[in-house]
């Protein structure tokens, strides 16, 4: 694993989708000189708004946000180019006197950023079609089997039907030879984490989480969320296999506009789906010991992280530019 430098002192901001993170964090800008970057793996996708909780207009000329809006939708973006990115950033926003604000709710990336990236193989795009085309003929349960053959690790904390992460670990595994949880496993160089504050948004009661879900997801529908997909499909280049598509909410709404199941279930799908998310956000987020937790059901959770943003950059001789 390669070294790298120290990062200048930042805040992040994380928790599972629907719990105020974007609320939270605009307010954190009213307050403080801070730039935002997303932490947020669909949020770089051009004209993916509705699906995807994009901020609006009016909240992205409140404040400066970075890496939105940076992806074509038939582009990947993978952990590695947000490290990349993130580290550019975090070092330039401090040069400028801001404070970097890191928000969103992609695990692997604040992970990723925190604790260094395994020198594990790029992408094959040849091996990855490969697999596809068994996948298509054995069906991703037989592909998790075989996963389970080479890494059982891995298989373990994957589901059968996680065809995205099944994929990379079985190409992964074919490209090097090596399990993906070799790569996991192996010591990371913690130097380049820097001083820093990670407050994490989580409810305590999940029935909340859900509530708020659902009335997301309906709100996307009634602001024409299906309209975008469609828009999206008839660029002709695009399909359901490319992250950007497989994204929560835009998978389910592709196949219910190729008629894999009734319109009428897209509703209870993608609140499914949605749920399914937000489970493995908190389940990642368990694994961040250094976290600072706040119960995002809370009436006094805007308060508590404010306070928190402010006993670390009255505490931290590394919180000023």
């Given amino acids: 694993m390669q070294t790298q430098a120290a990062l200048p002192f930042h805040i992040a901001l994380a928790g599972p989708t ?11 800008a009213r307050r403080w000189d801070v730039e935002i970057i997303s932490v947020d793996s669909a949020l770089v996708y051009r004209g993916m708004d509705i699906g995807t909780a994009k901020p609006s207009a009016a909240e992205q000329a409140a404040v400066v946000h970075h890496l939105i809006d940076i992806r074509d939708p038939l582009q990947a973006y993978s952990a590695a180019d947000f490290v990349r990115d993130a580290t550019v950033l975090i070092h330039a926003i401090h040069a400028r ?136 499909r008839a660029r002709g280049d695009l399909h359901a296999d490319l992250p950007s598509m497989r994204c929560v909410g835009y998978r389910q709404a592709w196949e219910a506009l190729e008629g894999l199941w009734p319109m009428a279930e897209l509703r209870d799908r993608g609140v499914f789906a949605t749920r399914q998310l937000a489970k493995r956000q908190i389940t990642w987020l368990r694994s961040m010991p ?27 001789p590394l919180a000023q530019p």
Avoid at 19 to 25: P, R, S, V
Avoid at 100 to 118: H, I, S
């Fill in 97 to 232: 006197g801001k404070l970097p604000l890191l928000v969103g709710g992609t695990m692997l990336y604040f992970k990723a950023l925190a604790e260094g990236l395994d020198d594990m193989p790029p992408a094959d795009a040849q091996v990855r079609e490969a697999i596809a085309q068994e996948a298509a003929t054995l069906g991703w349960p037989a592909m998790h089997a075989l996963l389970a053959t080479a890494d059982p690790v891995t298989a373990q904390r994957l589901a059968p039907a996680d065809s995205q992460r099944v994929q990379r670990a079985l190409e992964v595994y074919r490209v090097s030879g090596l399990p993906l949880s070799h790569f996991h496993a192996a010591k990371r160089d913690r130097s380049a984490v820097g001083n820093s504050l990670l407050v994490s948004l989580e409810p305590t009661e999940r029935a909340w989480l859900h509530a708020r879900i659902a009335q997301r997801f309906e709100a996307m529908l009634a602001d024409h969320f299906l309209d975008e997909v469609q828009r999206l």
């Fill in 290 to 316: 250094q976290r600072q937790i706040v119960a995002s059901d809370s009436p006094a959770a805007l308060d508590q992280v404010l306070q928190h943003v402010h006993a670390a950059l009255q505490n931290n």
């Fill in 18 to 28: 629907a719990c105020g993170k974007t609320a939270a964090a605009l307010e954190i």
